[in-house]
């Protein structure tokens, strides 16, 4: 099973992007989903996970307050909503589910059962 991430682009600083994540034949509602990110030269970092209930969820210091991530059980999704861009937060962006839960994304370098291919997000200043 490989987990579908869509929605990036091109979009100006201060703008929006909403990014999703689907994942055919997988049920969905058992798994935490984390959005991770790696820029060009860089580690692969989190960004935000979201509880399989998605009643609790985790973001990263830069984009608290930014970005929200919630989920569609019934439609197997999970979103990124992501507001008030910065050149900073281009990158190509993956998804991830695990059945571990969303404590598990916050330790570093933990493996996860289920990743996306990723999608390019660019924001110009």
């Known amino acids: 099973v490989q987990l579908q991430a869509s929605g990036g682009g091109l979009v100006q600083a201060g703008g929006s992007l909403r990014l999703s994540c689907v994942a055919p034949?997988?049920?969905?509602?058992?798994?935490?989903v984390g959005w991770f990110r790696q820029a060009p030269g860089k580690e692969r970092d989190l960004v935000a996970v979201?509880?399989?209930?998605?009643?609790?969820?985790y973001y990263a210091d830069s984009v608290r307050g930014r970005f929200t991530v919630s989920r569609d059980n019934a439609k197997s999704t999970v979103y990124l909503q992501m507001n008030s861009l910065k050149s900073e937060d281009t990158a190509v962006y993956y998804c991830?589910?695990?059945?571990?839960?969303?404590?598990?994304?916050?330790?570093?370098?933990?493996?996860?059962?289920?990743w996306g291919q990723g999608t390019q997000v660019t924001v110009s200043s």
């Open positions: 991830a589910a695990d059945q571990r839960g969303l404590g598990y994304f916050i330790t570093p370098k933990n493996e996860h059962d289920y």
């Open positions: 979201v509880s399989w209930s998605g009643g609790s969820t």
């Open positions: 034949g997988l049920t969905f509602s058992n798994y935490a």
